[in-house]
């Protein structure tokens, strides 16, 4: 029943994403005083700006993809809001303004990614919060850009439409997290797996966080 | 140490005695069980379905405050109960409230997630809710997947908004503190590892942070290297002394800590959790689904399919180190339990209980997706475990009698009915994804009431289907196969002979649905003629079926003088047949077994299963109390003795493992060696011995027991088929306190540890009357 979607991947379309982004350091997001919704949830609903604004932190440019450059990623200009002090708990991490399904992304010294495959599926869970059914199957690529990195607070979110509805996570037997330490130049693969029906896969936002703090690694587009 | 150490070391006929005395009982309680409650058998909730809130989709999880239920799950719509789906709805967004005395669905509290809940909690003192899940937004509000709600007025609480990263499964609070479990990796932009803790009145991250870790991959039957330390539930005891937590994790800060395991609630520091040690669930195939409390007793439930667990159904447990209290060892996954009124609920799969005594496996395989125990240990958990050995012999609880019949859903593609059970003292509430309850269509959520709030409908299952045969002139025989009540463990049955509205014989009758023994009553001194029975059935609460009338023609009824009447008290020629247990006696009431898969009735004889060398089996009358008693029976094997041979023994004044015994030991040499034996709490002392020849179709012994203070005891046997002794060939007198009391009448039957192959023990005329006093036929 699996049907192959996307993502033999090319290093196409990178520097638009970079083009478009819109740095919006520094907002706060705060219960009740939800911001204007972003570029992404125009005309959307009161609820869908609320959404907007929720899920995420500020954003920062995308970077190149590491595979199209030699080694470690030398320091970047853009410093990833890596907050370990008092207080880190109530800051949410940045995140990189999207990128295209197929594009690659950077968190320059720490980590590039991209996703090797978005696939359809139908998913078999077990255990309450799993539903088996329709499912999209996300395999995330990471490289190591700077210091050895543990990858077991890693964190991979899918969201879909304008209002970046989180699709739930199914516990299928091909679901292998990222786990492990990441060293420079080093990969790794995880695979993950989330309900989404056929309907909602036009506009599939796919999250990656390697690592408590770090910023959102964004991948956006129509997985369908 | 192993079993074969203590196997040479010990005479095996003390070991068959302490064996015998850990026997579990076979269900009997319900919603009104005979004899009235005790620990072993609690009222249970009725199994009437009652009308409840409907849902489109699937509740994950329940809580209770006052007489609200909160629902947590996957749902957009709720709708009354008896509408179909698709009507009368109400938008609710995986949220929502109903009240547990009417099944009502509260209108005032109108949550809204946009995307699932899977855990809900509430305050000690209820004032708020927690709800935890995969949501992003909450009444609108930026809510990263876990929010709280007042329960006075149905509002977001403004001031409680953690950015938590990743799904949350699992939320505890106290007073001051909420713990948040599942595949956490973060909150804000600090690190956790599936567990933190939050200050419930700012949401602040507190510094509690335990480690939960993976655990080996090894046990994993279909090769999966994938492993999890994600953490499934959570529950505070003590009034908030200890965290408690469950899951995939195989440790805790580094200390070995498989499925389940105790926290400091300030440190987070590894506490002692006694039960951990003998559970092997851990990982992605295998996990403790969930925990409920008491604050005492810690309940937790756990799944296996390809893993390494040897857990599938629940296990109680002190809250404070973890002993073990109990084990359910029934096979299929649970997935939440809930105490009440000295019984625990569960939402299960379970297919087989046989190793608790319970239900056995069928074929085809039935689910029971709502089951009930006692919270009092009764029995013990046999050896047929999962995986390992390490529940063999621990405490195990007695399933009730109480079998609603949930039908299994469609909403996560896993076939579940029920996900999720709790109630409070009036009410058990089970949310799932379950269509139809007892048949009736009822979405998602359904209660039950206890007896007094219930209307206690369910009666027995059908109408019996007798027959009349006729055993002698003037005589005719009713028999009837026991039908089964989902909330009653003993029914009344009637016979009435010719329309008469007055019954000819009544009987008590103990069944269940995998167990329904079949009855036999001689009607005698009847007139030439046609004549007609019906047979009904009744429960406690009076709901009557009654079978179709059943006719014979009887003749030579002048001819033939009535037969003796007969001073028994306990009487069994096991003309009945039973695949499980041994039913009811011809008279002596229903047979007590130590376990349904060892005893059967096979039509003439009872049968005594010792499937391997070491074990045994049991069956008493626990109706037949007497002192100055005359046992008797007749006992058979099945094959040649093998090893150290096949025992098998007749009881007086049996209470547990204490009782009169005689022992007849059926040798490789052909000849029987009977004992008169003394056997207090398993250990027994034997009073006089001698060697039966010629007994090659098997042997019957009689045992008389006479006087309190000093007891005389005398054996007689004979070869079956043969004629009585005059006189006893064993005589004795015994002082022991604790037999100088009245006690049951008891039959066993125990394999040799050296038998090389299985055998069974085949028990026929069993008879007792008061002492002195002999059968009818002799």
Known sequence: MSQRLLLALGGAALLVAVVLAVVLTGREDRPGTAAAGSGTSAGATRSSAASTAATQGPVLPSSAPAASSAGPTTPATTTAATTTAAGAADQRPAELSPVPLDAGATVPGVVSGRLVAVEAVQATGSGVGNVSGPALRVTVELTGGGPELSLDGSYVELLTGPDLAPASPVDDPSVAPLQGRLAAGGTATGVYVFSVDDGARGDVTVRVQPAPGEPFLVFRGAAG | ?778
């Open chain 2, 1 to 778: 140490m192993t079993w074969s150490t203590v196997r040479r070391s010990v005479a095996p006929l003390v070991l068959a005695l302490l064996l015998l005395g850990l026997a579990a009982p076979p269900a009997s309680a319900d919603s009104a069980p005979a004899g009235g409650a005790t620990a072993a058998t609690p009222v249970t909730v009725s199994a009437d379905p009652l009308p409840t809130v409907q849902i489109n989709g699937v509740a994950w999880s329940q809580v209770v405050v006052g007489t609200t239920v909160y629902v947590a799950g996957k749902f957009t719509r709720a709708r009354p109960a008896g509408a179909a789906a698709g009507t009368q709805e109400t938008v609710r967004n995986n949220l929502l409230a109903y009240d547990i005395r009417t099944g009502q669905l509260i209108t005032s509290f109108a949550p809204d997630l946009n995307a699932q809940a899977l855990v809900v909690t509430a305050s000690p003192d209820g004032s708020r809710l927690y709800v935890g899940g995969d949501f992003t937004v909450a009444n609108g509000q930026s809510r990263l997947r876990v929010a709280a709600y007042d329960t006075a007025t149905g509002a977001l609480v403004t001031g409680f908004a953690p950015a938590v990263y990743g799904q949350v499964r699992a939320l505890a609070a106290t007073a001051s503190t909420v713990y948040a479990g599942g595949s956490v990796s973060s909150v804000g932009s600090v690190g956790r590892n599936r567990l933190a803790a939050l200050d419930a009145a700012t949401g602040a991250l507190l510094p509690w942070a335990p480690q939960p870790g993976v655990g080996s991959t090894a046990g994993n039957r279909d090769g999966s290297t994938v492993t999890s330390n994600a953490v499934l539930a959570l529950v505070v005891t003590g009034g908030g002394s200890q965290v408690v937590a469950a899951g995939r994790f195989d440790s805790l800060n580094g200390t070995k800590a498989t499925g389940v395991g105790a926290l400091d609630p300030v440190t987070g520091a590894t506490r002692s959790f006694a039960v951990n040690r003998l559970i092997t669930n851990q990982g992605v195939n295998s996990a403790v689904w969930s925990l409920s409390t008491d604050g005492t007793t810690v309940w937790g439930s756990g799944y296996d399919y390809y893993g390494p667990g040897n857990l599938e159904g629940a296990f109680a447990a002190r809250a404070d180190g973890g002993g073990v209290v109990w084990v359910d060892d029934c096979h299929g996954d649970t997935y939440s339990t809930f105490a009440q009124g000295g019984a625990l609920y569960v939402a299960t799969h379970a297919h087989d209980c046989g190793n608790i005594g319970g239900y056995p496996e069928q074929n085809p395989r039935v689910n029971q997706f709502g089951l009930a125990f006692s919270q009092a240990p009764v029995g013990t958990v046999g050896t047929a475990t999962l995986r390992n050995r390490n529940f063999t012999g621990q405490p195990a609880p007695a399933l009730q009698t109480w079998f609603p019949t949930f039908a299994s859903g469609t909403v996560t593609g896993q076939y579940q009915a029920g996900w999720n059970v709790t109630g409070n003292a009036q009410y058990v509430v089970y949310g799932g994804e379950f269509p139809r309850v007892n048949g009736t269509a009822q979405q998602g959520l359904v209660r039950f009431a206890v007896p007094s709030a219930a209307p206690n409908r369910v009666g027995p299952a059908a109408q019996p289907t007798p027959t009349a045969s006729q055993p002698l002139g003037g005589a005719a025989r009713v028999s009837w196969q026991a039908t089964s009540d989902q909330d009653n463990g003993t029914l009344v049955y009637r016979v009435h002979r010719d329309g008469s509205s007055t019954p000819a014989y009544q009987v008590s009758v103990a069944s269940t649905w995998w167990n329904r023994p079949t009855t036999s009553w001689t009607d005698t001194g009847l007139a030439d003629g046609q004549h007609t029975y019906r047979v009904s059935a009744t429960d406690p609460f009076g709901n009557t079926v009654t079978s179709a009338p059943v006719t014979i023609t009887t003749t030579g009824g002048t001819t033939v003088p009535p037969p003796p009447t007969t001073t028994a008290l306990a009487q069994d020629s096991f003309t009945r047949t039973s695949t499980a247990g041994w039913g009811s006696a011809d008279t002596g009431g229903a047979w007590t077994v130590g376990s349904t898969a060892t005893t059967s009735v096979d039509g003439s004889r009872g049968v005594l299963a010792l499937p391997a060398a070491g074990r045994s089996a049991s069956a008493s009358l626990a109706a037949v109390q007497a002192t100055d008693v005359t046992v008797q029976a007749s006992f058979a094997t099945s094959s040649a003795a093998t090893g150290g041979g096949t025992y098998g023994y007749l009881a007086a004044r049996q209470s547990g493992n204490t009782a009169y015994r005689v022992s007849a030991r059926f040798t490789t040499t052909g000849a029987v060696e009977v004992a008169l034996v003394r056997q207090v709490a398993g250990v027994e002392t034997v009073l006089g011995r001698t060697t039966l020849t010629g007994a090659t179709s098997g042997v019957v012994v009689r045992l008389d027991a006479s006087g309190t203070g000093t007891t005389s005891l005398q054996v007689t046997a004979w070869p079956r088929g043969g004629t009585a002794p005059a006189a006893p060939q064993l005589t004795a007198t015994d002082t022991q306190a604790e037999l100088q009391r009245a006690g049951a009448v008891g039959v066993a039957a125990y394999l040799s540890g050296s038998a090389t192959a299985g055998t069974q023990v085949l028990v026929d005329d069993l008879w007792a009357g008061p002492v002195g006093t002999r059968p009818a036929a002799g």
